[in-house]
């Protein structure tokens, strides 16, 4: 009996159990199942905090993604509403942080901003973002509420502190490339001083040199700087320039907002003497018999690049070869500084010409040039002989206001230099020389200063050599654009020959052609009759025109390019006479009676 009974017992715990379990088991996958649809809905729906913007006693504005999917179908779901919670901590003893004071905004938008006035942005803060109403994920119903994760930390991890005062750019005298920034901050600004010096700032300047806006928006740079006390170096500029400085701040090298830029203050940098000569050439003007030579020197101002500051005056000086100076420099010597030219008069001989640019910190270094006499100049040209000019010269226009020219230096020789001379072509010769002074490695130069559309330029490149010789020039003429002649030759009547006329014309001064001439058309009009013209090729300037009637004849030449026909010369009014006509007449009949007469004659005598 007992042993029955305990069976029966054993059995019936076994099945409390099993029982027990089945339950459990349910109970574990309902919880299980739940839990993950719960946390699929809330993760799915709830919104996440992007960043935050801290201002300094002032307030904070955040940023979040919404995080709900979009509405089922069906009626519109009630509308969301954000809630921007910001929770000021402190922390107690036990360094437990426990909620002293909070600040929020609500929204239907997806940013906010709370005002923390007067809390200092040193505290740490806790920010969530709590939504209400909108649809729940898959349509199940109406989402009564969400809540971000919260997320706490010092306000100045994300502090946009506020913009600094440049109290001075100035000049540092032993440092040419160097400036001297001082600065203030607000009384309450986020970060302290010994923070500040301790290099918990992190500095940005903007800067952008005057000389380079040149009516177009300045480029602006910007570079890391320590500004560790109120007033700092920074040495990365020209010698001699003048910038335009602004500052911003952000605390510690973090991702936060940097702070707006202080307002604009400019300085100049200290002047260095000029880093580079002057390039430096010479045009010979004119030569007498007797050897002299009126000679222009020329040269280039410095770019703001090299010259360190503000030049003040040029220094010229000439000497004979291997002698004295010359004594009488004519409007050479000491140059005002916007000069780029000066004349002197040379006696036979060689000579050397320098020429140096002076600011306020010094002198630059020297440009040479060599004026050898005849028969060295004439030994000069014997040596370019054996090494011909610049070959395989080409002048290509690019617009209207520029020319490509391109070149090949003379083979096995020592070039020290090339330059490239141009000028407009004119009928009296006189026009302003243009030149650029090119490194030996170079054999290409596009040329724009005073270059026009419809004007005929002469192009020259000259080798100049290591002892101060040159070579023979390489020259090419060319158009940027070409354009029709602004008028028309004159014609001039050279003979009237019964019904013919004999005429010639002059070329046009180059001035007027405004291009190379193609052809020339000369118009001719009878009284009582239309107008005929003749076409002649450009090289020929001189016409005949036949078999014309007595009476009046208008005429005038057109000149073209290949831009087309211009205007029309100054017209030529040609009176033919009967009595011209009959000239030829009675001069032919008498020929033919005798030619008739002997005939006949002849014809007797054989019989």
């Known amino acids: 009996m007992k042993g029955n009974g305990l069976h029966s017992a054993v059995r019936q715990s076994l099945m409390d159990l099993r029982d027990t379990a089945v339950v459990w088991g349910l109970l574990l996958a309902w919880v299980t199942l739940g839990k993950c649809n719960l946390t699929k809905v809330r993760s799915g729906s709830r919104p996440h905090l992007l960043d935050c913007v801290f201002l300094q006693r002032s307030n904070v504005t955040c940023r979040w993604e919404p ?19 910001v929770e000021k901590m402190r922390r107690t003893v036990n360094q437990s942080l426990v909620v002293t004071e909070t600040f929020g905004c609500s929204t239907s938008t997806t940013s906010c901003t709370a005002h923390i006035h007067p809390s200092n942005v040193a505290f740490v803060f806790c920010v969530s973002v709590v939504v209400r109403g909108g649809a729940a994920r898959g349509g199940v119903g109406a989402r009564r509420g969400g809540r971000s994760l919260r997320r706490c930390q010092s306000g100045r991890k994300e502090v946009m502190l506020a913009p600094v005062s440049l109290l001075r750019v100035d000049p540092v005298r032993t440092k040419p490339r160097c ?69 911003r701040n952000r605390y510690l090298a973090s991702s936060g907002p940097w702070s707006p830029w202080s307002p604009q203050r400019c300085g100049s940098t200290a002047e260095d003497a000029p880093s580079a000569a002057p390039p430096f050439w010479r045009q010979v003007l004119q030569t007498d018999e ?29 000497r004979w070869r291997d002698g004295p ?44 040039i060599w004026l050898l006499s005849g028969p060295e100049t004439e030994k000069q040209r014997n040596i370019s002989k054996d090494a011909p000019p610049p070959s395989q010269i080409t002048v290509t226009p690019l617009d209207d206001h520029s020319l490509d020219v391109r070149w090949t230096a003379p083979a096995d020789q020592s070039v ?42 002469g192009v020259r490149v000259v080798a ?35 019904s013919r006329l004999e005429l010639t014309w002059r070329p046009l001064p180059v001035e007027q052609r405004r291009g190379y001439i193609q052809n020339y058309t000369v118009y001719y009009t009878h009284e009582h009759n239309p107008t005929r013209s003749k076409s002649l090729p450009a090289p020929v300037l001189r016409c005949s025109l036949g078999n ?22 100054p017209t030529v009014v040609v009176s033919i006479a009967k009595e011209d006509m009959s000239v030829e007449v009675i001069m032919v009949l008498p020929l033919l009676t005798a030619a008739v007469l002997l005939l006949g004659l002849l014809t007797h005598r054989a019989m």
């Open 325 to 368: 100076a010359l004594e009488d420099l004519g409007t050479c010597g000491v140059v005002r500084r916007t000069a780029t030219s000066c004349d002197l008069l040379f006696p036979p001989g060689s000579f050397s010409c320098s020429i140096a640019a002076t600011n306020s910190a010094g002198a630059s270094p020297a440009s040479q």
């Open 548 to 569: 014309l009637l007595p009476g009046c004849y208008i005429l005038s030449i057109v000149a073209s390019t290949v831009a087309g026909p211009g205007a029309a010369g």
């Open 464 to 498: 100049v050599y290591a002892h101060g010789g040159t070579g023979r020039a390489a020259a090419r003429f060319a158009y940027t654009r070409q354009g029709v002649p602004s008028a028309g030759p004159e014609v001039e009547v050279q003979e009237i020959r019964a």
């Open 290 to 318: 007797s050897g002299w030579r009126r000679v222009s020197l020329l040269w280039k101002p410095l770019h703001a690049g090299v010259a360190n500051g503000r030049v003040v005056f040029h220094n010229v000086s000439c």
């Open 416 to 457: 020290n230099s090339f330059v490239v001379e141009w000028s407009a072509v004119t009928s009296d010769g006189r026009s302003a020389l243009h030149w650029e002074r090119l490194n030996a490695s170079q054999e290409q130069l596009v040329i724009t200063d005073g270059v026009e559309p419809h004007v005929r330029y």
């Open 179 to 247: 400036l001297l920034l001082e600065w203030d901050r607000p009384l309450s600004y986020a970060v302290s001083h010994s923070e500040i010096n301790g290099g918990n700032l992190t500095s940005q300047i903007e800067y952008f040199t005057q000389e380079q806006t040149c009516g177009r928006q300045p480029v602006r740079e910007r570079r890391f700087v320590q500004a560790r006390t109120d007033s700092f170096q920074v040495c990365l500029f020209r010698p001699g320039a003048t910038y335009c400085v602004r500052l």
């Open 67 to 85: 995080g709900a999917p979009p509405p089922p179908p069906g009626p519109p779901p009630p509308a969301t509403r954000y809630t921007l919670v």
